[in-house]
């Protein structure tokens, strides 16, 4: 593995080194903490998992954490799951978001973007004022620390403003995108039982108004723990009878008051796709997410203030809330409420052109769809701002990594790509961006600062330059603190720690390569194991999808009752393309000189589309049990999928085969 790509594609140079925020962050620790002064990030990393303690301690101080309460030490018990981080410490993630406030006033900490791609500008005092005003609301009307508030809202200023008054006050925020049914919802809201719910009347997407009134009726029907609902008119409906309206809550001038809360205190729930049963409700700490935000934007993203940070994501994805805290670095934050297309595809491009964005996130599937569409995003638009195209939902291909780097080279751009892969689980990454090193096609750059990240065999052996279980092998501050509903532990102890008791596994394949980067094969939960030879499915799309007839593809293994394993791979084509004998020719060839012979698969299907999650990654293991004979409702959350009319198709298929 490691000697595919022995020349990067991108080297850092001397000036972008030296001024990186993690080059003078390792210099100071040196000074202050013990730090390896020389060997670069491999030895700073080193230091930071084997001198955990020490490592998160600096953090805390390099990025001034305020404290109300002083921690006893940095880690209590180390023990996975169950970690107490900081115990006996107290404070506000909130109060920590919005500091830039008092430096920088005037400032935007928020530039807004719709489908007319206008930026709308929020301060930080206009933020601030708003938040104080909100919080004292929400305090008026009853929530209290670890009350639950919940968001059916787009990515507009209104939802990071009723985050930050939920934490301000010690609430536990959780939000999904109103482009979720009534029933994804209330699978997610049911659980933790909301007091207070903030609302949109609709949103536009794609050219097209879209009215929730009926869906957020249903909500309030649902959820009888509701005290108060807030109507956002986004559409410009009146308000319905019984809700608040957002406008007079946020009117106050008020100074804001932040609720210490321990260490360890709810600060939001996130959840899992749930795809094959209810979602997980992941509930994440004020303080953990804090630290680990602060490491992640403010060191390997290298951001703040001056620094404009763009993600293409939605209220109901992990990446919304991590896109938030970029506030703690002081970074203004760009929000996009529409599509990732409209009114083409280069619709992203051109917000990130609008906003002057530093950092430009999106999906490796945006990407590609880019390269496939001829957009040329350098060449027809002014990215001077743009230091680094991050990518994560998936791993970003070769031929994307190529795309991007020719595409910004060709007008003379020294474009740093950080492909990243991390988990709603951590809220973070385990890998990722790092300024200061090298970008190798296909590779992660190198395991994140803290993360002990290993490849392990089925007998917990550490692998280099092979694919192995994705373990993490010492506490992260971002773990869950606990799943909500799950008071002895037993859920969140057989999702990450049955496998290798007291080691997380992520239920990823990856490579650590002998250079230090990282691969990323897909999910081992859908392996593809063809006479013992174990592949990522991953590693199938990328090859596939090259191919310009493929939009999208699906590869699934399923082990026979009679010991055989069958392996179809569902193709989705471009349009006016036709899979005759030509293109089945291609695909499998393709597969049998890039990846392996054993992979190639056993049928070629043509499909009406692929089904993906809500947050748009391909479902694999709920198509796997349908062609397994499972029944549709047993298999699959209905509630999760974007087009649950896909699924028939399988279903169909399996009824065909039985």
């Not at 949109?200 to 869906?215: I, P, S, W």
Request: hydrophobic share 40%.
């Amino acid at each position: 593995m490691s000697t595919e790509n022995p020349q990067p594609l991108w080297q850092p140079d001397a000036q972008r080194i030296a001024q990186a925020r993690i080059t003078r962050f390792q210099a100071w620790a040196a000074e202050h903490h013990g730090a390896p002064a020389e060997g670069g990030y491999a030895a700073l990393h080193r230091w930071s998992v084997d001198e955990l303690d020490t490592f998160w301690k600096a953090v805390t101080e390099w990025f001034d954490v305020r404290f109300s309460t002083p921690y006893a030490r940095v880690l209590g018990d180390r023990t996975m799951p169950g970690a107490q981080w900081f115990p006996g410490a107290t404070l506000n993630y909130a109060e920590h978001a919005l500091r830039a406030a008092g430096t920088r006033p005037d400032e935007p900490a928020l530039l807004y973007v719709d489908e007319t791609h206008e930026p709308a500008p929020v301060t930080w005092a206009e933020l601030r004022r708003q938040v104080a005003s909100l919080a004292a609301e929400l305090r008026a009307l009853g929530v209290r620390p670890g009350d639950r508030v919940s968001g059916y809202l787009p990515n507009i200023p209104q939802a990071v403003v009723a985050l930050l008054a939920t934490a301000a006050v010690g609430g536990v925020w959780t939000s999904c995108a109103p482009d979720f049914g009534a029933r994804s919802v209330l699978d997610r809201f049911q659980q933790v039982e909301p007091v207070v719910l903030f609302t949109v009347d609709g949103y536009r997407y794609g050219g097209k108004e879209h009215d929730r009134r009926d869906t957020v009726a249903e909500l309030r029907r649902e959820l009888p723990t509701l005290r108060a609902v807030i109507h956002i008119p986004l559409l410009g409906t009146e308000a319905p009878d019984g809700t608040l309206d957002w406008e007079t809550l946020t009117a106050a001038d008020a100074e804001p008051v932040y609720e210490q809360v321990p260490f360890d205190h709810p600060l939001w729930v996130l959840y899992s796709s749930g795809t094959t049963g209810l979602p997980k409700a992941i509930v994440q700490s004020q303080g953990g997410i804090l630290v680990e935000h602060l490491k992640q934007l403010g060191l390997h993203c290298d951001l703040g203030p001056g620094d404009r940070f763009f993600w293409y994501t939605s209220t109901g994805w992990m990446m919304w809330n991590f896109l938030v805290s970029g506030l703690l670095t002081g970074t203004t934050i760009v929000l996009y409420d529409g599509s990732p297309g409209f009114p083409a595809t280069d619709a992203q491009w051109r917000i990130a052109e609008r906003t002057g964005a530093t950092l430009f996130g999106t999906s490796a599937a945006y990407v590609m769809a880019c390269r496939k569409a001829g957009v040329h995003p350098a060449r027809d638009l002014d990215l001077s701002a743009i230091q680094c195209v991050a990518t994560t939902g998936s791993p970003l291909p070769p031929d994307g990594f190529r795309w991007l780097h020719d595409e910004f080279a060709a007008g003379g751009a020294d474009l740093w790509i950080a492909s990243v892969s991390g988990g709603t689980d951590v809220c973070s990454c385990f890998a990722g961006a790092v300024p200061t090193l090298p970008v190798h096609i296909g590779e992660l750059q190198a395991p994140g600062l803290g993360t002990d990240l290993q490849s392990w065999d089925p007998s917990g052996d550490p692998l280099t330059d092979e694919v192995g279980e994705l373990v993490v092998t010492n506490p992260m501050p971002s773990m869950p603190i606990r799943f909500w509903n799950d008071p002895d532990g037993s859920r969140y102890h057989d999702s990450y720690f049955d496998t290798y008791p007291g080691v997380w596994r992520h239920g990823d394949w990856i490579t650590l390569t002998s250079r230090g980067s990282v691969v990323i094969h897909g999910r081992s939960d859908s392996t593809l194991n063809r006479q013992g030879v174990r592949m990522g499915s991953a590693d199938i799309y990328e090859a596939v999808e090259r191919l310009p007839e493929i939009r999208e593809s699906l590869v699934i293994g399923i082990e026979q009752p009679d010991g055989g394993y069958w392996m179809p791979l569902f193709v989705h084509l471009a349009p006016g393309a036709t899979l005759d004998d030509a293109l089945l020719d291609r695909i499998k060839r393709t597969i049998r000189v890039n990846l392996s012979p054993r992979h190639v698969p056993d049928e070629v299907i043509e499909v009406p589309g692929i089904p993906h999650t809500l947050t748009g990654k391909r479902i694999e293991v709920p198509v796997k049990r349908l062609l397994q004979g499972t029944p549709l409702d047993k298999a699959v959350n209905p509630g999760s999928i974007d087009n649950l009319d896909l699924l028939h198709f399988y279903e169909e298929l399996a009824r065909k085969r039985s």
